[in-house]
């Protein structure tokens, strides 16, 4: 069974502060893929890394890859309150079959 | 429609009780996806259809629960005599099916179920 452990499980900061957030696993993964889930809604995919070292920028939020891939994170510079929200790493073991593999996410608050 | 549908929004039954949920895919997707997320959890890999198939059900968590997908689009999960710890949210998620790492899955708002 695929673990990936994700950490911190909540934080919460200052508007203006920098943070990251780090999604570790033992295993490979073929990619990885970050979402953000409000309450009562869906997670909806933020991006998608598939090159181990792989690192995709997204406007103050930038997303690193793993040479082994095997880790991941997401760091927020500058975070603002419309940045609070639940933020989910999910692994990919293959071509899909297999569903993707969840952290337990990360429990972010922004405040003013 | 333009997204994932996902109904009932919500559903409360009593222990014992079954109860069938239902997913309709972004039109065209072959992929469909169920998982489970509950407090404490996170969201767990129920089971996968390509097409109407499912090759791999040992994800569901028990013998109580099934599901289906006909003509490539509707599905739905069934709970038989429902537990407390049935509780959860359940999301469905499709995409489009091409194989390769890195396929978008883009999810419903889920349903929520009580179990009293």
């Known amino acids: 069974t695929q673990l990936l452990e994700q950490s911190p499980q909540f934080l919460s900061i200052q508007e203006g502060e920098n943070l990251t957030v780090y999604c570790n696993s033992s295993?490979?993964?073929?990619?990885l893929q970050w979402y953000r889930q409000e309450p009562g809604e869906g997670p909806v995919l933020l991006v998608t890394?598939?090159?181990?070292?792989e690192v995709k920028k997204l406007k103050r939020l930038t997303f690193q890859f793993g040479d082994a891939r095997k880790d991941s994170s997401l760091h927020i510079t500058a975070a603002q309150p419309g940045d609070t929200g639940l933020y989910l790493c999910?692994?990919?073991?293959?071509?899909?079959?297999?569903?993707?593999?969840f952290g337990k996410g990360t429990h972010l608050i922004i405040q003013p | 429609g333009a997204g994932v549908s996902q109904s009932p929004s919500n559903k409360v039954t009593e222990k014992g009780k079954d109860v069938e949920l239902r997913c309709d895919p972004i039109?065209?997707?072959?992929?469909l996806y169920w998982y489970r997320q509950s407090l404490g959890q996170g969201l767990e890999f129920l089971i996968y259809?390509?097409?109407?198939?499912?090759p791999d059900k040992s994800g569901l968590p028990s013998d109580r629960f099934s599901a289906e997908r006909t003509g490539g689009s509707v599905s739905t999960l069934t709970i038989q005599r429902t537990q407390q710890e049935d509780s959860a949210v359940y999301l469905c998620?499709?995409?489009?099916?091409?194989w390769g790492p890195g396929q978008p899955q883009h999810f419903g708002d889920g349903t929520r179920l009580s179990i009293l």
């Open positions: 998620a499709s995409s489009s099916g091409v």
């Open positions: 039109s065209g997707h072959t992929a």
């Open positions: 259809f390509q097409g109407n198939s499912a």
């Open positions: 295993s490979v993964f073929s990619s």
């Open positions: 890394v598939v090159t181990g070292g």
């Open positions: 999910a692994g990919e073991a293959g071509g899909g079959a297999d569903g993707l593999t």
